[in-house]
């Protein structure tokens, strides 16, 4: 269902993410599930492989390796644990906008140390009482004097909280659409905080975690996007780069359960045989594998179009709606046909991860209310048109 979106250069990176997942991810997936535990070293190891400067420019060490690409490594890595592959997507997300916004001096300092793995960024945008609405936040940032900002406020539900190196902090600078300016935070700068994690029901194992700031003194050189850009920041990068990337995550937990429940339905017996002769067995998986390909198609076309520089915002929507309640809806198959030795198997882990896709870059809720307005209007500006360009060498394999 992906071949005609993919080059031998996907194919081959496939490959080389799939030997990675095998000797690193399979054998830690349980325990971190089991620990809830924030896993370091996994972080660490992922960044080493200069995955998460899949389309950083070359000029900055990065793969350039496109849209299609990043989603072929996180779709991998997900395959295995979605919540490895939550760890790459969320610091790719935090690299979007120092690639689509960031000052000459900015990409000099920061995409060269993202994209050789030494930095993990993150995004930092979600509070407690605005939520979704992104306009309604409450953190301020004022500025103390020319060369410096002061910047106090919480954050919430963060990706890689708890292993991020430089967080991008979108605060109130004023009032309105351009009051809000992003800013970047490194991790250790006096005044910011972190609360000790708190594992949620799934993608245990990766920090969600919250950002504390007391009057966090940032030099006016870490404004990303230039004041009253704050909107902008979050916005492009929730569209281009976060319905993209918690789409792939999705895939693969498509994808595993699929594959553990034809594999249990093979082997398991039931009347003298295997319980994939039973009628409805088989429509349950024929069910799953009818929803996969449906989620894969949309999914590889959308970043496909991105890749193209088209304006294709639409086609990312939607394919993170289809793609995360294809999720929710294949892990519940899968637990039918396990039966109550499910409870005890990954394809349990699966049912508890899906749920936790459909929040971050906006919930289902909100990606219909998108595609309400392109229908029926008001239509809003597409942002791929405005941030996408066509990238090198996206001619699929013949």
């Given at each position: 269902?992906?071949?005609?979106?993919?080059?031998?250069?996907?194919?081959?990176?496939?490959?080389?993410?799939?030997?990675?997942?095998?000797?690193?991810?399979?054998?830690?997936?349980?325990?971190?599930?089991?620990?809830?535990?924030?896993?370091?070293?996994?972080?660490?190891?992922?960044?080493?492989?200069?995955?998460?400067?899949?389309?950083?420019?070359?000029?900055?060490?990065?793969?350039?390796?496109?849209?299609?690409?990043?989603?072929?490594?996180?779709?991998?890595?997900?395959?295995?644990?979605?919540?490895?592959?939550?760890?790459?997507?969320?610091?790719?997300?935090?690299?979007?906008?120092?690639?689509?916004?960031?000052?000459?001096?900015?990409?000099?300092?920061?995409?060269?140390?993202?994209?050789?793995?030494?930095?993990?960024?993150?995004?930092?945008?979600?509070?407690?009482?605005?939520?979704?609405?992104?306009?309604?936040?409450?953190?301020?940032?004022?500025?103390?004097?020319?060369?410096?900002?002061?910047?106090?406020?919480?954050?919430?539900?963060?990706?890689?909280?708890?292993?991020?190196?430089?967080?991008?902090?979108?605060?109130?600078?004023?009032?309105?659409?351009?009051?809000?300016?992003?800013?970047?935070?490194?991790?250790?700068?006096?005044?910011?905080?972190?609360?000790?994690?708190?594992?949620?029901?799934?993608?245990?194992?990766?920090?969600?975690?919250?950002?504390?700031?007391?009057?966090?003194?940032?030099?006016?050189?870490?404004?990303?996007?230039?004041?009253?850009?704050?909107?902008?920041?979050?916005?492009?990068?929730?569209?281009?780069?976060?319905?993209?990337?918690?789409?792939?995550?999705?895939?693969?937990?498509?994808?595993?359960?699929?594959?553990?429940?034809?594999?249990?339905?093979?082997?398991?017996?039931?009347?003298?045989?295997?319980?994939?002769?039973?009628?409805?067995?088989?429509?349950?998986v024929a069910r799953m594998e009818a929803i996969a390909r449906t989620a894969r198609l949309a999914a590889y076309h959308a970043v496909r179009r991105l890749d193209l520089g088209e304006a294709c915002d639409m086609n990312l929507i939607h394919?993170?709606?289809?793609?995360?309640?294809?999720?929710?809806?294949?892990?519940?198959?899968?637990?039918?046909?396990?039966?109550?030795?499910?409870?005890?198997?990954?394809?349990?882990?699966?049912?508890?991860?899906?749920?936790?896709?459909?929040?971050?870059?906006?919930?289902?809720?909100?990606?219909?209310?998108?595609?309400?307005?392109?229908?029926?209007?008001?239509?809003?500006?597409?942002?791929?048109?405005?941030?996408?360009?066509?990238?090198?060498?996206?001619?699929?394999?013949?």
């Amino acid at each position: 269902m992906t071949t005609g979106f993919l080059t031998e250069d996907h194919h081959h990176l496939r490959e080389q993410v799939r030997e990675f997942t095998e000797a690193e991810v399979v054998p830690r997936a349980e325990a971190m599930d089991e620990s809830g535990a924030v896993d370091h070293d996994l972080a660490r190891l992922i960044a080493v492989q200069g995955w998460i400067g899949v389309t950083i420019p070359s000029g900055y060490g990065g793969m350039d390796a496109g849209q299609v690409a990043k989603t072929v490594v996180i779709h991998e890595l997900s395959k295995s644990s979605a919540a490895a592959g939550a760890i790459a997507q969320a610091s790719m997300l935090g690299a979007a906008g120092l690639i689509y916004l960031g000052t000459a001096e900015q990409k000099a300092e920061w995409l060269p140390a993202v994209a050789n793995g030494t930095v993990l960024p993150t995004i930092a945008v979600t509070e407690e009482e605005s939520g979704g609405h992104v306009l309604g936040m409450r953190s301020t940032a004022r500025r103390v004097s020319k060369k410096w900002w002061e910047i106090t406020g919480r954050k919430v539900h963060i990706g890689n909280s708890h292993v991020g190196h430089v967080h991008t902090v979108v605060a109130r600078t004023g009032d309105g659409p351009n009051g809000l300016t992003a800013f970047l935070v490194e991790h250790d700068r006096p005044g910011l905080t972190l609360p000790e994690h708190r594992p949620a029901m799934g993608l245990r194992g990766f920090s969600m975690g919250e950002l504390h700031l007391d009057r966090v003194r940032v030099p006016a050189a870490n404004i990303l996007g230039g004041i009253g850009g704050g909107l902008t920041y979050a916005y492009s990068s929730s569209i281009l780069y976060g319905r993209p990337n918690l789409t792939a995550v999705a895939l693969g937990t498509i994808d595993a359960a699929l594959h553990d429940t034809t594999v249990f339905a093979r082997e398991r017996r039931r009347y003298g045989k295997p319980l994939a002769d039973l009628p409805g067995v088989r429509s349950k998986v024929a069910r799953m594998e009818a929803i996969a390909r449906t989620a894969r198609l949309a999914a590889y076309h959308a970043v496909r179009r991105l890749d193209l520089g088209e304006a294709c915002d639409m086609n990312l929507i939607h394919a993170k709606l289809t793609a995360v309640t294809s999720a929710i809806d294949t892990t519940r198959l899968a637990l039918d046909v396990h039966g109550a030795a499910g409870l005890r198997l990954p394809v349990a882990r699966y049912y508890r991860d899906a749920p936790c896709l459909v929040p971050p870059a906006g919930t289902s809720d909100i990606q219909l209310h998108r595609l309400a307005e392109h229908v029926l209007g008001p239509r809003r500006p597409d942002w791929s048109a405005t941030f996408a360009t066509p990238h090198r060498g996206i001619a699929p394999a013949a």
